[in-house]
């Protein structure tokens, strides 16, 4: 299911690389993201990959940016037929540079998987900056992936930050019915200005 089919930015077959998340049922993470953000200028994903959030957005951002060291590089100025800077960028998050004003973004961790980049752990200065710098970050990720469960706690539950919804997804597309990722998880969380 695409909910905006008018890009096809998306290089590879549903399913090629991430079969378990090749049903239809799969892609509500991306069209739940997509209904957090529709208020921001800006996009920002790491962790894209091979579908990127860009597809599923129904509102006129200025601008997308997918970062993700699997996904196809891409770039377009338009979007659901208006202006919009998209770029997917096969990176790790950590080697991008940020640019972005306070409040003017929306941050989405979709199949949240973040890996250490060298010395680097992906807990850190530069996540914390984005997360609390943004307007809001949708995050979304299998419990029964240990790398997740063991990072997202710490996200969540730091002062600079609100969890505004909690969505349990149960996943029974056949890909991904019998696998443990079939259980999923999406916060939505609201960086808390500072005083």
């Given amino acids: ?61 200025v601008s997308v940016t997918s970062v993700d060291p699997k996904t196809t590089a891409y770039e377009a100025e338009t979007l659901n037929g208006q202006p919009c800077r998209i770029r997917h960028i096969p990176k790790k998050f950590q080697e991008v540079d940020y640019d972005y004003a306070p409040g003017s973004y929306g941050l989405v961790l979709l199949g949240y998987s973040l890996k250490p980049f060298g010395m680097h752990d992906p807990l850190g200065e530069l996540l914390f900056s984005l997360i ?17 469960t063991s990072q997202v706690p710490h996200i969540i539950s730091r002062p600079s930050v609100k969890v505004r ?30 005083s």
């Fill in 1 to 61: 299911m695409q909910v905006n089919s008018t890009n096809a930015v998306s290089t590879l077959p549903a399913g090629k690389d991430l079969p378990h998340l090749a049903g239809v049922g799969a892609s509500l993470r991306q069209v739940f993201a997509a209904h957090f953000l529709r208020e921001c200028p800006h996009v920002l994903e790491i962790g894209g990959h091979i579908r990127p959030v860009t597809d599923y957005l129904t509102h006129h951002p």
């Fill in 165 to 194: 919804t909690t969505v349990d997804i149960s996943l029974h597309d056949p890909e991904i019915a019998d696998t443990p990722y079939a259980e999923r998880r999406l916060y939505v969380i609201d960086p808390v200005a500072a």
């Fill in 132 to 148: 609390d710098n943004a307007k809001v970050v949708v995050i979304e990720y299998p419990p029964a992936l240990e790398r997740a």
